[in-house]
């Protein structure tokens, strides 16, 4: 399953030592193998916008992928080297919002919010970037490590629609990588981009909305705090204290069941649970 590229013959005669054509010389696909990884990397993004096709090009697996949304239902997961550090890739289902309610969605919302990935990677459909940003700008709000690969940039220049993604990069404050994945464009300065998120070689400045109301921050710390009590180890305690201030039923029952990314497995659930909940209803 392992597919190596020798360094010194895939290495083009006018790759320099710096540029993107000489560190994609530098990937290993390791498929399978995930053991001993130094980065944990999701691959996150509405339905088909590519994801799955990254991985494959990044893993040299063959996941499934076609031209219809919900292709992926489960996660996968596969590995690669890159310039010497060991990376494992997490192929998730199509998610339109961290908000979402289908299970395959409910699947990729896990590990997004309670899988602690190094670095998520938000795969964007560039002839719909409107509607994609949606879960973009939902990920910026819980994670700075963040990467977007702004795919199927083809099919964007077919309908005429020219992104300038510098200007993006820059309203955003993450790394924006215009890829067409199917072909393998883009995908060395993925990796690059990928390895100096995860490295913090490139402090991202994520965009974030700041305008909570003091009151409604101060109670969202109190239960975050909380929470954090309850699920020690818990990330995104925040996150979460929002959804039971908003009343959202699904979370709620989430921390009753102790269910919440798996991530509380062993712990005991503390009576406090029902009285946030509660709270939250209010
Ligand atoms: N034209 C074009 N097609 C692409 C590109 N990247 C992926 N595709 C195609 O888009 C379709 C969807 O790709 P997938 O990789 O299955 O998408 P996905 O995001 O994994 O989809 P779900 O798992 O269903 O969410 C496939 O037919 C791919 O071959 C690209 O850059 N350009
Ligand atoms: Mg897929």
Redesign the pocket.
């Known amino acids: 399953m392992n597919e190596t590229i020798p360094v010194s013959t895939a290495l083009p005669k006018e790759a320099c030592a710096s540029c993107a054509l000489a560190r994609n010389a530098r990937l290993i696909k390791l498929g399978v193998e995930i053991e001993g990884w130094d980065y944990l990397v999701a691959?996150a993004?509405?339905?088909?916008?590519?994801?799955?096709?990254?991985?494959?090009a990044l893993t040299g697996l063959r996941?499934?992928?076609?031209?219809?949304?919900?292709?992926?239902?489960t996660r996968a997961e596969g590995g690669f080297l890159y310039e010497g550090r060991r990376y494992k890739l997490v192929?998730?289902?199509?998610t339109y919002s961290l908000l979402s309610t289908s299970v395959d969605e409910e699947v990729a919302r896990d590990f997004i919010l309670f899988g602690q990935p190094t670095v998520t990677v938000v795969?964007v459909d560039a002839t719909r970037l409107e509607r994609n940003l949606n879960l973009v700008l939902q990920i910026l709000e819980i994670t700075d490590r963040v990467v977007v690969c702004l795919?199927?940039?083809?099919?964007a220049e077919r309908h005429g629609l020219k992104i300038d993604e510098r200007a993006l990069a820059r309203s955003l404050g993450v790394p924006v990588i215009p890829?067409?994945?199917?072909?393998g464009?883009g995908v060395p300065e993925l990796l690059a981009a990928i390895s100096d998120v995860a490295s913090g070689a490139y402090v991202t400045r994520p965009h974030r909305i700041r305008s909570l109301d003091p009151q409604v921050t101060r109670t969202v710390d109190r239960l975050a705090a909380e929470i954090e009590a309850t699920f020690p180890g818990l990330p995104n305690t925040r996150w979460v204290a929002m959804r039971l201030l908003e009343g959202d039923e699904r979370i709620a029952e989430a921390i009753r069941r102790r269910e919440l990314g798996d991530l509380s497995r062993g712990e005991r659930v503390e009576p406090v649970q029902e009285r946030l909940a509660l709270e939250a209803a209010r």
């Open positions: 691959l993004g509405n339905p088909n916008t590519g994801k799955s096709t990254v991985f494959n996941q499934h992928t076609g031209n219809w949304p919900g292709k992926t239902v192929d998730l289902p199509g795969v795919n199927l940039i083809d099919e890829t067409v994945a199917r072909k464009q």
